[in-house]
């Protein structure tokens, strides 16, 4: 067996962001998001009564609802910001 060959140099694109404009803008953007997850949240926590009676649900079950609700919420978040094109 060979040994590999160094010699060729691999250019990997710098992902960093140096403009301090820009990761200001990126920030708002994402506080911005995640604040409307908070706020739909937060809506349907004051509803969760309403939310059992007109589904007929324990308490237990609005709460694995409201759960599942934020965590896709928040995973989709940063997924779906960083669709770009």
Same mark, same amino acid.
């Given at each position: 067996?060979?040994?590999? #060959?160094?010699? @060729?140099? *691999?250019?990997?694109?710098?992902?960093?962001?140096? $403009?301090? @404009?820009? @990761? @200001?803008?990126? %920030?708002?953007? !994402?506080? !911005?998001?995640?604040?409307? *997850?908070?706020?739909?949240? +937060?809506?349907?926590? !004051?509803? =969760?009564? =309403? *939310? /059992? *009676? /007109?589904? $007929?649900? +324990? =308490?237990?079950?609005? %709460?694995?609802?409201?759960?599942?609700?934020?965590?896709?919420? /928040?995973?989709?978040? %940063?997924?779906?910001?960083?669709? #770009?094109?």
């Amino acid at each position: 067996m060979s040994a590999p #060959d160094n010699s @060729r140099s *691999v250019s990997v694109a710098d992902a960093t962001i140096h $403009d301090p @404009r820009q @990761r @200001r803008a990126i %920030l708002i953007a !994402v506080c !911005v998001a995640l604040m409307a *997850v908070i706020a739909s949240v +937060s809506g349907l926590n !004051v509803a =969760q009564p =309403q *939310v /059992a *009676v /007109a589904f $007929d649900a +324990s =308490q237990s079950t609005v %709460l694995w609802m409201i759960n599942l609700y934020t965590l896709s919420l /928040a995973a989709l978040l %940063l997924p779906l910001g960083s669709l #770009d094109e």
